[in-house]
């Protein structure tokens, strides 16, 4: 069973206790957005196997949303962040390349975080 530990109550809850909510660091788009990119955040997704980053909300516990990542193929949890981050912490970044060396990650830009440890 997948058990995750909610970054802002801190209590670890089975996925029971969970509600998944999709990938994670999605682009929305709004009103002005072109028909392809409106199709784009509705219907294109990652899916991965390995590494993914992923929404949950702690449905019975604080109520509040926060981002997993995971492998896909062995429900291996590297770590779990507040959802207003825009990118893994660095220490999730550390473990992820600890246990995949042959992963990259797929966003460009850097957080401050990342920059204070690069």
Same mark, same amino acid.
């Given at each position: 069973?997948?058990?995750?530990?909610?970054?802002?109550?801190?209590?670890?809850? !089975? $996925?029971? !206790?969970?509600?998944?909510?999709?990938?994670?660091?999605?682009?929305?788009?709004?009103?002005?957005?072109?028909?392809?990119?409106? $199709?784009?955040?509705?219907?294109?997704?990652?899916?991965?196997?390995?590494?993914?980053? !992923?929404?949950?909300?702690?449905?019975?516990?604080?109520?509040?949303?926060?981002?997993?990542?995971?492998?896909?193929?062995?429900? $291996?949890?590297?770590?779990?962040?507040?959802?207003?981050?825009?990118?893994?912490?660095?220490?999730?970044?550390?473990?992820?390349?600890?246990?995949?060396?042959?992963?990259?990650?797929?966003?460009? !830009?850097?957080?401050?975080?990342?920059?204070?440890?690069?």
């Amino acid at each position: 069973m997948l058990t995750l530990t909610c970054p802002c109550c801190g209590i670890r809850a !089975e $996925e029971t !206790e969970l509600a998944p909510g999709g990938e994670a660091h999605l682009k929305r788009f709004g009103p002005g957005a072109s028909d392809e990119d409106f $199709e784009s955040y509705l219907f294109a997704r990652k899916n991965p196997k390995g590494v993914h980053f !992923e929404r949950w909300r702690h449905a019975y516990g604080c109520g509040k949303w926060f981002l997993a990542a995971r492998c896909t193929v062995t429900l $291996e949890v590297f770590g779990t962040y507040k959802a207003q981050n825009p990118h893994p912490t660095p220490e999730i970044v550390a473990a992820i390349r600890a246990k995949r060396p042959d992963w990259t990650p797929d966003w460009t !830009e850097t957080s401050p975080a990342e920059s204070l440890t690069e």
